[in-house]
């Protein structure tokens, strides 16, 4: 673990985990048009439905948005009349695991994968969400954007409660 | 136990509980009236188990619930479907554990033994044993058992736990029409089940769902954070002169007017079923699909095609496990679990020998309404949540079926009308609950 190309690789790491970190904590700390800012135009957030889902136009998906949807659901979030946020959930992902796999640096293209345990509370109750985030990243400007998060729930398939936010 | 609760059984006065107006809070919410429903309604009406199309082939199967006893859809050699209790004769485990694959033969995790997929009894190991005990296979207990009615409608598979009471056809009456319609508008005729499903957990009475569907008087209230924001973020971001995307196409009309879901209108048959909407509803004004339409003259030529895209309904409640909607091929399914636990399925249909975009569009509704993590279904859950809540103070006993009363329109054959405002559906399904859960009752 000496050589520069192992400095360096530890470095780009330490720099793709610092973000999926950052990311994960606008979540949590509810700082919603920031973290809308982390997506590229085109960029997709995914939660499948199934294991394995090939694409989220054949299959259904838990949540499957573009640029619009999301603003939507981020619009809603501070609308008085969404019941179901009242009082509004808070959340805790820890993420861990995560590996490059796969890295381009002339595109500046980022494929990384995590695992992720996430709490969502609200009203008394603690609702645990567990899985794996695929991110897709490219490098804009000195700064990650995402192009395609894809959280698979490791029960994606199974019986789930009302959840309103991000996992 | 069963001696208790059939005690508690005679205390219970359906006169007292369900009137013509009004309803009494405790058939949401005492544990002994829910198990008295799964006896009485869900034990005798036919429950919905299945489409044909999931189980292809011979050897395929699909498991799921009827009145919360395990029970399995199959295909067996001979090209028939089954539904089975999911129950080996033996020692009465689960023979199958997966919701859904292929066989060759059934194998009993425990003992080893081995029944065709109709339900017939193939291998014990070690048979002999049973010689001379009075235990054998010519006995028809040695094999599984097959739950006492079932049947399908145009590829819908329901069935009965009870032997008697009116075939399949009969019960369903006036709402037949909704699954030929939803059929109809395949090219082909028929349906497939694809594109996967969810189970959403609802920590709620199973009956706050089926009567949502048909009340009309929520969606403007209850979906005003997601659908009125949904048109306000399109008009916002999108250029006015270009065509609505279809997620917005969906979403915006959850916030229609008082004046259109009373247009939308109620239709109440016997047995609990009902529809809302007929020749428009919150589905009618999707983007058109040329290649789809074309495909439809093709196949039906053009009076036949007016006719089927006339008919445009929003639910259909086939009481009590089904419901369905046909003009965006989708389906939800109800499974009670506990007085206040109900899981509801959703799945979506391709119409075969339609082009892709109607199973994508069927599949981005579900997902957008039908989905736990979205922003249409937490708000009515929260709805049903809070009345589960509610309904526990003793504030009052009773909740109000009173609007429109007595303003029914009768349309014979046991049709009842209203407009879209009305109580109809709720005191309609109410009707029917206190006729299932009579003595003799259906």
């Known amino acids: 673990m000496s050589s520069e190309a192992d400095m360096k690789a530890f470095a780009f790491h330490h720099r793709v985990s610092q973000f999926l970190f950052h ?44 640029a619009l949807l999301r603003k939507v659901r981020l619009a809603r979030f501070g609308n008085p009349n969404a019941y179901s946020l009242q009082p509004f959930p808070r959340s805790s992902h820890m993420l861990s695991n995560v590996m490059i796999d796969a890295h381009d640096e002339k595109a500046g293209t980022v494929l990384v ?14 609702n645990f969400f567990a899985g794996e985030y695929v991110h897709d990243l490219i490098e804009e400007g000195g700064a990650f954007k995402i192009r395609q998060k894809k959280a698979s729930l490791v029960d994606c398939d199974g019986t789930h409660p009302s959840s309103n936010i991000y996992f | 136990m069963t001696v208790l609760i059939e005690q508690r059984r005679k205390e219970i006065d359906l006169d007292k509980l369900v009137q013509r107006d009004r309803v009494h809070r405790s058939v949401y919410t005492d544990p002994e009236i829910f198990e008295f429903e799964m006896e009485r309604i869900w034990g005798k009406a036919w429950i919905y188990v299945g489409h044909e199309s999931q189980v292809k082939e011979p050897g395929q199967y699909f498991t799921t ?49 081995r029944f065709h997929l109709d339900g017939t009894l193939l291998s014990i190991p070690l048979e002999k044993g049973y010689d001379g005990s009075g235990f054998g296979r010519e006995d028809p207990k040695s094999n599984m058992q097959r739950v006492p009615r079932f049947d399908s409608y145009r590829g819908f598979v329901f069935a009965s736990l009870s032997k008697e009471g009116p075939d399949l056809k009969t019960w369903l009456g006036g709402v037949a029409s909704s699954i030929d319609n939803m059929a109809d508008r395949a090219p082909d005729g028929e349906l497939e089940v694809t594109g996967g499903a969810f189970r959403y957990e609802h920590d709620s009475n199973w009956k706050f769902f089926v009567e949502n569907l048909n009340d009309l008087m929520h969606p403007m209230v209850a979906h005003q954070s997601s659908s009125l924001t949904a048109r306000i973020v399109g008009k916002k971001e999108l250029p006015a002169d270009k065509p609505l995307p279809s997620a917005l196409e969906i979403l915006s009309p959850f916030t229609e007017s008082y004046t259109f879901f009373d247009d939308m209108g109620l239709h109440a048959f016997d047995y609990g079923h009902g529809y809302s909407g007929g020749k428009m509803s919150i589905h009618a004004r999707y983007s058109d699909i040329p290649e789809y339409n074309a495909r439809m003259e093709k196949a039906y030529g053009e009076e036949r095609v007016k006719e089927i895209f006339s008919v445009n309904r929003h639910n259909t409640v086939f009481y009590p496990s089904a419901t369905i909607k046909g003009a965006i091929q989708t389906m939800r399914v109800v499974r009670p679990i506990a007085v206040d636990k109900t899981i509801i399925e959703s799945w979506t249909f391709r119409l075969k020998g339609a082009p892709d975009e109607l199973l994508h569009r069927s599949i981005l509704y579900c997902n957008l309404i039908n989905s736990s993590a979205n922003l249409v279904g937490p708000d009515d859950q929260e709805a049903y949540r809070r009345q589960q809540l509610g309904l526990e103070t003793q504030g009052s006993d009773w909740i109000t079926m009173h609007r429109d009363l007595d303003k029914d329109e009768d349309l014979g ?10 109580d109809l559906a709720f005191r309609n399904q109410f009707r029917a609950w206190k006729a299932y859960m009579s003595e003799g009752g259906r």
């Open chain 2, 413 to 422: 054959d046991g049709h009842t009308y209203a407009r879209g405002s009305s």
């Open chain 2, 65 to 113: 619930t009827i009145a919360r006893q395990p029970v399995v859809m199959t295909r067996h050699t001979d090209g028939k479907v089954y539904v089975l209790f999911n129950r080996c004769a033996h020692k009465g485990a689960e023979l199958v554990g997966d919701t859904c694959g292929k066989i060759k033969e059934f194998l009993c995790c425990y003992h080893g033994w």
């Open chain 1, 23 to 66: 990311e994960a904590r606008l979540l949590d700390e509810q700082r919603w048009s920031e973290w809308e800012q982390l997506f590229t135009e085109e960029g997709t957030y995914w939660a499948p439905a199934t294991p394995g889902q090939p694409d989220p136009i054949n299959h259904v998906s838990l949540i499957y948005e573009n």
């Open chain 1, 113 to 126: 994968t995590s695992r992720f345990l996430m709490v969502e509370y609200r009203r008394d109750v603690n």
